[in-house]
């Protein structure tokens, strides 16, 4: 059966100090929960990974939010799976449109990232989503389509195991402007259908399918009634402990 997640992505916020305070109180308060229906994930800065996986408990997983295309050497500033992984760190962020847009990740790069990040027993939470004029002009089925097909529908039935799907439509992260939850529950059905396509009916349900894009305490509730939003990956609402453990509490009820 697929996993519920609810995954923050803290993006790049907060100090070390900072980040090791949120951690803590995230970790009271998703214990205090006691939800185990849940696997709650925090994708962190890199820095802080080492750091937030000694103070948390193992009901919660740590997240980089991106690694390096090659294994090693003399590749100034970027960090490895492999190093990723040394801290203790389980999942990594690969494909967000932050990334796709401002870095200029293509899917050549993310085969690359995902190839590492999965050398190294990382399980990889893929993005993918479309952009405002290609909702508009109806051409949304169509990119998230080819973001699946083009950036990790190379893999073995056995690698696909290990990735989760995070659907976020950009013009809805960052901005207030949530998809309904119909919006969310179509494009969810549709990549799993895709997924089955290519991988077969019992692999795509076993897949777990985030949404994220202005996912908060108020409306995750309903998006999380969908029979296929297994959950969410969070920007703004991870920052408040608070507001993250309502959002795990909303996907434990359902
Ligand atoms: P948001 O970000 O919740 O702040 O919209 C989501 C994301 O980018 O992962």
Not at 19 to 27: D, P, R, T
Not at 103 to 130: P, S
Request: proline residues 2%; hydrophobic residues 40%.
């Amino acid at each position: 059966m697929r996993k519920k997640i609810v995954a923050g992505n803290w993006k790049m916020n907060k100090t070390l100090q900072e980040g090791i305070e949120l951690a803590k109180e995230v970790n009271a308060k998703v214990k205090a929960l006691n939800a185990q229906n849940v696997q709650v994930i925090v994708g962190t800065p890199f820095i802080h990974l080492a750091e937030v996986a000694k103070v948390v408990d193992p009901v919660i997983a740590v997240s980089a939010q991106n690694c390096a295309t090659e294994v090693s050497g003399a590749f100034t500033g970027e960090v490895s799976a492999a190093m990723v992984a040394s801290t203790g760190s389980r999942y990594v962020i690969l494909g967000h449109s932050e990334r796709r847009s401002y870095y200029g990740e293509t899917d050549a790069i993310l085969v690359k990232k995902v190839a590492r990040a999965l050398e190294n027993k990382l399980d990889v939470i893929f993005c993918v989503g479309e952009v405002l004029e290609e909702r508009e002009t109806e051409k949304h089925f169509e990119v998230v389509k080819s973001q699946l097909v083009n950036g990790i529908f190379n893999l073995s039935n056995e690698e696909f195991a290990h990735v989760i799907i995070a659907y976020e439509p950009v013009w809805a992260i960052g901005t207030g402007k949530t998809a309904t939850s119909a919006q969310a529950q179509e494009m969810h059905a549709f990549i799993r259908k895709t997924v089955a396509e290519k991988y077969g009916k019992e692999t795509a349900e076993n897949t777990s399918i985030l949404y994220g894009g202005s996912c908060n305490a108020k409306n995750a509730d309903e998006l999380f009634t969908n029979p296929d939003v297994d959950g969410g990956l969070i920007g703004g609402a991870s920052l408040k402990a608070e507001d993250f453990s309502l959002i795990v509490a909303a996907r434990s009820k359902h």
